[in-house]
C-alpha cells in the first residue's frame, strides 16, 4: 500500500469522494494495525452547501475544515458516535468528504455500514479531530495498482468482502484488476438542505454488501 500525499487531497472535493473509493484506512493504536477498505462516501462542497457543517461558518467545531487538506475532522453526533471526514481543496475552502462505510480488512471487528459504526470498529474518536493523515499512525493508503493500468480505474476485487473479517484475522487479499464500478445516489440524512438534499453526492461500490442501507 502506499500512503496518499497531500496533493490528492488538494483537488477537487467530488474527484477525491470518487477517487477515495477502493483506498484504505489505516489506524494503528495500542499496537494494533487495523484497516478497512473505504466502500462509501459522500462529498461536502464547503459552505454554499448547505447540508455541510462549513455552512455555519467558522466556528471551534468546524475550524478544521477551514483548515489546510489532507487533514482528519472527527465529530461526535447524538452524544455517542463518532463521524470521520476528510479535508479537501485549498485552506478556507471548508470542504470535505464523510466517509460512510468500510469493508473490514485486518483487525477490524464490528459493524462497519455507517459513519458512527465506522469509527467505533476503527477506533476513531475525537482525539483524531485535526490528525494529519500524513501520519505513520492514522492515514488513508491506495492499493498496488496493476501494471500500466490506470490506479483510478483498477481496484481489489471486492470478493473478500462477502466475508466477516475474523476477529483478529486478515481478510486474504483480493485479486487486483477488477474495474470499480461507482453509483451516486443523494447523501443520507440532510433533508434540512433544501435543494443541496436531492444533490447526488454520495457514491459508493455497487453491489457491495458492505455499503449502508438508508
Do not use: Q
Not at 155 to 176: D, F, Y
Amino acid at each position: 500500500m502506499r500512503k496518499l500525499p497531500r496533493s490528492f487531497y488538494d483537488r477537487d472535493t467530488i474527484v477525491v469522494a470518487r477517487e477515495l473509493l477502493g483506498k484504505y484506512l489505516v489506524h494503528r493504536s495500542r499496537g494494533v494495525k487495523r484497516i478497512g477498505r473505504i466502500v462509501e462516501v459522500e462529498a461536502y462542497l464547503g459552505p454554499h452547501d448547505l447540508a455541510a457543517h462549513s455552512a455555519r461558518g467558522l466556528t471551534d467545531r468546524t475550524k478544521v475544515m477551514f483548515g489546510p487538506p489532507g487533514h482528519a475532522y472527527v465529530y461526535l453526533i447524538y452524544g455517542m458516535y463518532y463521524c470521520m471526514n476528510v479535508v479537501t481543496e485549498r485552506e478556507g475552502h471548508a470542504s470535505a468528504v464523510l466517509l460512510r462505510a468500510i469493508e473490514p480488512v485486518k483487525n477490524v471487528v464490528g459493524r462497519t455500514c455507517g459513519p458512527g459504526l465506522l469509527c467505533k470498529a476503527m477506533r476513531i474518536d475525537k482525539r483524531l479531530n485535526a490528525h494529519d493523515l500524513l501520519s505513520d499512525n492514522f492515514y488513508i493508503a491506495a492499493p498496488e495498482s496493476v501494471r500500466g493500468a490506470s490506479p483510478r480505474a483498477v481496484i481489489p476485487s471486492p470478493s473478500a468482502a462477502r466475508r466477516e473479517a475474523r476477529p483478529t484475522g486478515v481478510n486474504e487479499a483480493p485479486p487486483k484488476g477488477e474495474v470499480l464500478v461507482i453509483a451516486k445516489r443523494p447523501r443520507i440524512g440532510v433533508d434540512y438542505a433544501r435543494h443541496w438534499a436531492r444533490r447526488h453526492l454520495r457514491f459508493y461500490i455497487k453491489g457491495c454488501p458492505f455499503v449502508s442501507r438508508p
